[in-house]
């Protein structure tokens, strides 16, 4: 079966730096969602990416499938206190119409002011 | 729109116990979902439904049981609950876009 791993598991960083999350995925993907939950609420979804060489920004976060599409990178510039949060990565495994999405385990972001 | 609606948003049980966690959403979506989210373990599914009328195991199905009651509503029921079963429980619906609207989740704790 597929998995995805992300990497790291936590991360603290000071406001204003810059930070990336990894996702990596065993077998190719067809579908990869970035989500972010902040703690003890819901999924609010990011962004998707389908093609490899993709890439998607929205306000300071930018999302990167690579060429072989196994790996996504979610990249945060100037990170601010409301960039905290648990962002999850999610992955379609194969092409069929249910979009049965597995996910990775998550990783917590703390950005210290 | 409210999206997508869970209820109730905390429960707890006893073992044994039964419950049923409610769905619905307002979006038209053909496609819901019901995940458990476990720390350290991200969120795995549980039972889908493709359309109204038709529903299919996911990953972790065992020891729950899944009505689409129609369109709107997905329910996720719990017959004997058991202390394996506390978790976080998200609905989630899809339309043909690729991405999926999650609800606000249930707290679910199995004594």
């Known amino acids: 079966s597929q998995e995805l791993e992300q990497s790291p598991q936590s991360l603290i960083v000071q406001e204003g730096k810059n930070l990336t999350i990894n996702c990596t995925s065993s077998?190719?993907?067809?579908?990869l969602y970035w989500y972010k939950q902040k703690y003890g609420e819901g999924l609010i979804f990011l962004m998707m990416l389908q093609k490899g060489g993709e890439e998607k920004s929205h306000e300071k976060i930018t999302a990167k499938l690579d060429e072989k599409k196994q790996q996504s990178s979610l990249h945060i510039t100037a990170s601010q206190p409301s960039h905290a949060g648990i962002y999850l990565c999610?992955?379609?495994?194969?092409?069929?119409?249910?979009?049965?999405?597995?996910f990775g385990s998550g990783t917590r972001l703390l950005v210290r002011p | 729109n409210a999206g997508v609606t869970q209820t109730p948003k905390f429960q707890v049980l006893k073992t044994g116990q039964s419950m049923t966690l409610q769905c619905a959403q307002d979006?038209?979506?053909?496609?819901m979902y019901w995940y458990r989210q476990d720390p350290g373990m991200g969120l795995r599914l549980i039972y889908y439904s493709a359309s109204e009328g038709t529903t299919d195991k996911g990953e972790v199905p065992n020891g729950y049981n899944v009505s689409r009651l129609n369109k709107r509503e997905f329910s996720l029921r719990l017959e004997s609950a058991a202390p394996s079963q506390t978790s976080v429980y998200f609905c989630?619906?899809?339309?043909?876009?690729?991405?999926?609207?999650f609800g606000p989740g249930t707290r679910l704790t199995v004594t």
């Open positions: 989630a619906s899809r339309l043909t876009s690729y991405e999926q609207y």
């Open positions: 999610g992955a379609v495994p194969r092409m069929d119409s249910s979009y049965k999405l597995i």
């Open positions: 077998k190719t993907l067809y579908g």
């Open positions: 979006m038209n979506h053909n496609s």
